[in-house]
């Protein structure tokens, strides 16, 4: 089944529950903007922009990695199942089998590729493919890389290595890795799975604890006996959850009031944040973002920039409402975040550093959204840059 140039945007066919087994065809480019001393915006180059800029020509882009935590790398899948990388490869995170960086990008080996999401700062990716195999590599701390190893294996694989298993989800919002050697995936049926380091009780599965091996899970391990999960998306120590029915549920570190939970209390199992009309939702830095299914958009955490668009420096430890009814799309970066409207507009707010990273070609701050100039697909938040799919 092909879906005709703009019948859906991109994210709302990434929310399908048939999503991996329908191709789309639209003509879609892919732009970055933001810091590149590492050369993670693409453009064979190490200068930083402030505004849009395309990598290359090409129109075939079609799959981002949604992934908030990696630091200077980038990743994206094009029409054809093909992966590129490009950015820093300190630990062998490109999966080039090497640690060389690249200012452009790389295709890492094959063309089944469906959905890609990095695994931390430095910790390098897991890629789906369409048979619903999973595949990681990169760095192997507390046991990120899901091989089932003992701690004294537990070494940095710079090549794509196959983690057990062929029923995993195809669909990019089911790939969540959110540094420290966590990361989390959906499998076709519905279910979630966790692995890495636990340490405080950061995998959910209620086993508080400080650090150590005793912690660590270096293969898949279950996340509650539902199979409903819809969506996910990982922070520096912290999961968030939607399901079917429209709960939203969050776990981890609760440092200013991230978890939603008006308090600033750790969770070390899923815990339900009120209302059952969530839709999906993205967890950043210090603050989460989540849209309802009536289009509204909410956020919660840390404040300092105005991260949270409420016109104000003001921090909240429970959800409050950006304005307006026609949000389809969030994802947050480091004190920073973009949103997409169902007319395919995109709008920045929060901190732009001195990169610009907000793409709105200055590096002031914005405590209310402001439109990034173009009509657009998913974007991508990461640390200090951003990319994103222009439809065409």
Do not use: C
């Amino acid at each position: 089944m092909a879906l005709k140039n703009n019948t859906w945007k991109l994210n709302q066919w990434y929310d399908q529950s048939v999503a991996g087994n329908v191709s789309y065809s639209g003509q879609n480019q892919l732009w970055s903007w933001g810091s590149n001393d590492k050369g993670a915006l693409g453009h064979n180059s190490r200068a930083n922009y402030s505004s849009p800029k395309q990598v290359g020509s090409g129109v075939d882009w079609a799959v981002l990695d949604r992934s908030t935590a990696a630091l200077q790398l980038a990743a994206a899948i094009k029409t054809d199942g093909t992966l590129w990388v490009w950015g820093d490869n300190n630990d062998g995170d490109l999966g080039q089998n090497n640690t060389v960086q690249y200012s452009s990008p790389t295709q890492v080996p094959g063309t089944t590729w469906a959905a890609v999401s990095s695994r931390g700062p430095h910790d390098g990716y897991m890629a789906s493919k369409t048979d619903g195999t999973l595949w990681a590599w990169g760095e192997n701390s507390g046991g990120g890389l899901g091989l089932n190893q003992a701690p004294a294996q537990l070494t940095r694989v710079s090549s794509p290595v196959q983690i057990s298993g062929t029923t995993w989800s195809t669909n990019p919002v089911h790939l969540a890795g959110g540094g420290g050697g966590r990361a989390a995936a959906i499998k076709t049926d519905g279910s979630l799975w966790v692995w890495g380091d636990g340490n405080y009780g950061r995998l959910g599965l209620n086993d508080y604890g400080t650090s150590g091996p005793a912690r660590y899970r270096s293969s898949p391990t279950q996340l509650t006996s539902a199979t409903n999960w819809k969506n996910i998306s990982a922070g520096p120590g912290q999961l968030l959850m939607v399901n079917t029915s429209g709960e939203m549920y969050m776990y981890g570190d609760a440092g200013h009031g991230i978890l939603a939970q008006n308090d600033l209390a750790r969770r070390s199992s899923p815990t339900q944040i009120p209302g059952t009309t969530w839709d999906k939702g993205a967890v950043a830095s210090d603050q989460s973002y989540a849209t309802k299914t009536d289009g509204t958009l909410w956020a919660w955490g840390r404040n300092a920039y105005g991260e949270l668009a409420q016109n104000n420096l003001t921090s909240y430890s429970s959800p409050v409402q950006i304005p307006g009814t026609t949000w389809n799309g969030v994802e947050g970066g480091v004190s920073y975040a973009f949103a997409t409207k169902t007319d395919g507009s995109l709008w920045a707010f929060g901190n732009s550093y001195s990169y610009g990273h907000l793409g709105l070609n200055d590096v002031a701050h914005r405590s209310s959204p402001v439109q990034v100039p173009g009509t657009w697909g998913p974007v991508t938040a990461k640390r200090d840059h951003a990319f994103g799919l222009k439809l065409l």
